[in-house]
């Protein structure tokens, strides 16, 4: 599976972003797709993820009531819509696709197939 993802930005606080997350090869439905992200200087951090038919989708706390993530397994395409944006939401996102087992959801580990990133940058 190779994934691309896009809509990175420069965005004032309070504003918003719609990150995608393009699939192609493989049976990107039978993947569970989540999204990442790495400050300057920092480890790479879950931000959310969603299960293969979209029924159960996971946040980080932070993130929780302004981030929802979806996904099309038509469009073979996961979304993430980022609103009230805030400055320590700037980091390189990254998606990745995998089949992790649900008590390590939230690990990079599980992971197998990344995009290259896309960077939002969201200034105060």
């Known amino acids: 599976v190779q994934l691309q993802a896009s809509g990175g930005g420069l965005v004032q606080a309070g504003g918003s972003l719609r990150l995608s997350c393009a699939a192609c090869g493989g049976t990107f439905s039978s993947y569970t797709v989540g999204w990442f992200r790495q400050a300057p200087g920092k480890e790479r951090d879950f931000v959310s993820v969603?299960?293969?038919?979209?029924?159960?989708?996971y946040y980080r706390d932070s993130v929780k009531g302004r981030f929802t993530i979806s996904r099309d397994n038509a469009k073979n395409t996961v979304t993430l819509q980022m609103n009230n944006l805030k400055p320590e939401d700037t980091a390189v996102y990254y998606c990745?696709?995998?089949?992790?087992?649900?008590?390590?959801?939230?690990?990079?580990?599980?992971?197998?197939?990344w995009g290259q990133g896309t960077l939002v940058t969201v200034s105060s």
């Open positions: 990745a696709a995998g089949r992790p087992i649900l008590s390590a959801i939230r690990s990079d580990q599980m992971y197998y197939y």
């Open positions: 969603i299960r293969q038919s979209g029924g159960s989708t």
